[in-house]
């Protein structure tokens, strides 16, 4: 059976987190996947479009970002990609709270939280072109 | 409810929607206060565009010298690490003041969120506003 695939292209400006998370809920929903299911896409979602628009765009707003939730018959996916500065998951920490609490650190939980929902997680770059691909599996867990 | 988005409704195939509506956002923050303790009541969705709105508000709190803060998630439906942050971002300077930020009232799936991240272990989160206006008695009597 063939994928379905939605897109949707936003600008980089965290205004338009809201339509991104309404747009995954419409899509997952509809590819009956369960309201806490849904509801860990959405944060997972969330977390990796603030990442691209803070680290990869550095907080400017004239850039794009593509998103695309794509539904086979065993797993949904959403695929966000970007143009900007690359993620380096070679260089990536978990999050320790209370040294962060320490040093009124306010970011940095972003990728912890995608991991932690989600059942893959994978970060791809080639040719100026960076991809985070979020994996929910129907049947897992 | 917020408008349809173009691409709902399109169940096969792709949809390439044009950039979505600018949406005002979807949060807000109330002040009350009972005796020393200020209680700021979140409303909507908490996201790396509204992180700003909650951080004046402890802002301001700290500008009252108001270092006892419930914060009441009762109306609080979505959370992301960005507004997560924004607590870790304050604990310890309001903490060292001789008060303290507990959160109270919060959803599951709000809940959740911050069970995720641990934290449990940090912050006293208490199930109703009551119960954590009378931690803040009990540690002041």
Do not use: W
Request: proline letters at 3%; glycine letters at 6%; charged letters at 25%.
């Amino acid at each position: 059976m063939a994928s379905i695939i939605h897109k949707l292209k936003i600008p980089s400006s965290t205004q338009f987190l809201e339509d991104v998370r309404e747009f995954v809920t419409t899509h997952a929903s509809e590819a009956s996947f369960s309201e806490s299911v849904v509801e860990q896409m959405k944060i997972a979602v969330d977390e990796a479009c603030t990442n691209v628009i803070e680290h990869a765009y550095n907080n400017e707003s004239n850039h794009s970002i593509d998103i695309a939730v794509i539904v086979n018959p065993d797993r949904l996916t959403v695929r966000i990609r970007d143009r900007g500065r690359k993620f380096d998951s070679q260089a990536y920490r978990e999050p320790d709270l209370m040294a962060f609490a320490k040093n009124r650190k306010a970011g940095g939980f972003g990728v912890h939280i995608m991991r932690r929902l989600m059942d893959e997680v994978q970060f791809n770059s080639k040719g100026g072109l960076n991809e985070t691909l979020l994996v929910k599996f129907r049947n897992a867990r | 409810m917020r408008p349809v988005h173009p691409n709902d409704g399109l169940p096969v195939g792709t949809a390439q929607s044009l950039y979505p509506n600018i949406s005002m956002s979807d949060f807000s923050v109330g002040f009350r206060s009972t005796g020393e303790v200020r209680i700021l009541d979140l409303k909507g969705e908490l996201d790396a565009h509204t992180a700003s709105e909650l951080e004046a508000a402890i802002q301001k709190c700290q500008s009252d010298q108001a270092v006892q803060i419930i914060v009441n998630g009762a109306n609080l439906v979505y959370i992301s690490s960005a507004g997560l942050g924004v607590f870790m971002a304050y604990i310890e300077e309001v903490r060292e003041k001789g008060g303290d930020i507990k959160i109270a009232a919060l959803q599951p799936k709000v809940f959740n969120v911050f069970d995720l991240l641990g934290f449990p272990m940090l912050f006293d989160i208490t199930d109703s506003e009551d119960e954590a206006v009378s931690r803040f008695s009990a540690a002041t009597s």
